[in-house]
């Protein structure tokens, strides 16, 4: 007989019996398709095993096997359910971004499939139960079918152009909550709340701008240091929004004046250039951006809270003026990424061809659009301590927690809104 099926093993190192794979608390069936197929493991589903079969009838100290199946605490064979590239290794639910127009959806055995068309093979498969939502950049090929049963899963979909701006998205029914949205429409118009929430917020905003470049050594951007400060300090004098909104316009174009400072000539950066992004600086930032948009419009969404009713922007058609509201606070994550990733080398202006601009604006090249989406998403799960509440938590918690806030004042059970502030 072959050692490999009388030598003595253990579940924590895997083996093979009858058609399965073992370990730990892990069952994958062996596909019988092509051998050098990395995704040929199929997790094997309660619902799948047949009702007369050994793995039916075996039991664990003394519970049926069916108990163990959705146990997946794994580490040797991690790799075949890991995200492609485009994610970090993170655990959660999390979110799965598409890009390439020669790549297709299906939902196959509880997994969500990205597969070459021209190949027709898999390249990246995720569990159905760990996807937080799908983020399609550009004209990419879904069916009616996938689409049918990611929402079933209350897995809403968002939709961008090929530049990362968002276009809009579909969401699941579970989400509206039309009681909530009442109270909700009826207090953030409430011209005292919208004052409170949105000078806090602008002062955050600025706050955190002088977190990204305090530490820089340039006269030059010190003293826009001090004429940040003195605009934040402003914001409480201001009786109006839109007073409000020149505060913040005047320093953000101060901001980004420094952050041209801080990162040098190189990358030909003279200003921020939203719609279109003229150079690579502007393109990753306007990507980091649409991101943490889609990041908070699905945590507004799952609060119950209505994502279109804004309070410091105004709602219009098919923009989500609360995800922007709440966006003020955490925007300073993008500029501060961007920023360590260039002193770091980790980003070169030669990595980034002219040729990709054309018609007036600069897109991305393919593969760096999808290493910049993973650092982005890692950032987001970067832990930082709190004091109130004491304790460490991720950005996105942190984004969570302000959502919640709202929500809270929104049923009467708080007050005032706390902006979120980097130490």
Request: positive net charge; contains cysteine.
């Amino acid at each position: 007989m072959k050692e490999s099926k009388t030598r003595i093993t253990h579940f924590d190192e895997g083996f093979h019996y009858l058609g399965y794979l073992f370990c730990r608390s892990v069952i994958l069936e062996t596909s019988k398709q092509d051998p050098d197929d990395p995704f040929r493991w199929e997790l094997l589903d309660e619902s799948r095993i047949p009702p007369n079969s050994w793995p039916a009838r075996c039991r664990i100290s003394g519970k049926p096997l069916s108990e163990f199946i959705q146990q997946t605490r794994f580490k040797r064979f991690k790799e075949l359910f890991d995200r492609p590239a485009t994610l970090p290794d993170i655990p959660g639910l999390k979110p799965v971004y598409l890009g390439n127009y020669q790549q297709k959806l299906r939902i196959k055995h509880q997994s969500l499939r990205i597969e070459d068309t021209q190949q027709r093979l898999a390249v990246a498969r995720y569990p159905i139960h760990s996807v937080q939502s799908l983020v399609l950049l550009g004209s990419i090929p879904v069916s009616m079918p996938t689409l049918y049963r990611l929402l079933r899963r209350q897995i809403p979909v968002f939709l961008c152009n090929r530049l990362g701006e968002p276009l809009g998205f579909i969401q699941p029914q579970a989400f509206i909550q039309p009681e909530l949205w009442v109270k909700q429409q009826q207090h953030f118009t409430q011209p005292e709340f919208a004052l409170q929430f949105s000078q806090e917020i602008v002062k955050a905003k600025i706050h955190n701008y002088l977190q990204c470049i305090r530490f820089e050594e340039s006269p030059e951007i010190q003293d826009i240091c001090h004429q940040l400060l003195q605009l934040q300090h402003s914001c409480e004098n201001k009786t109006t929004l839109n007073g409000l909104r020149g505060v913040e316009g005047r320093a953000a174009a101060l901001f980004y004046q420094a952050f041209q400072m801080a990162i040098g000539d190189d990358w030909c950066f003279t200003g921020r250039y939203r719609r279109p992004p003229t150079d690579p600086v502007n393109a990753l930032l306007s990507l980091g951006y649409t991101i943490l948009y889609h990041h908070l419009t699905l945590i507004i969404l799952q609060s119950g809270l209505n994502p279109w009713q804004g309070i410091y922007h105004q709602s219009r058609k098919n923009y989500c003026a609360l995800s922007s509201d709440i966006q003020e606070e955490f925007r300073f994550l993008i500029d501060r990424l961007i920023l360590t990733l260039i002193r770091r080398k980790q980003l070169k202006p030669s990595a980034f061809p002219a040729r990709e601009k054309s018609g007036g604006y600069y897109v991305l090249p393919r593969n760096q659009k999808a290493d910049f989406i993973q650092k982005v998403e890692a950032k987001f799960l970067e832990r930082i301590r709190l004091r109130q509440p004491e304790g460490e938590f991720s950005y996105r918690e942190v984004m969570v927690r302000q959502v919640h806030q709202l929500k809270q004042i929104v049923l009467g059970e708080r007050l005032e809104y706390q902006a979120f502030r980097r130490r």
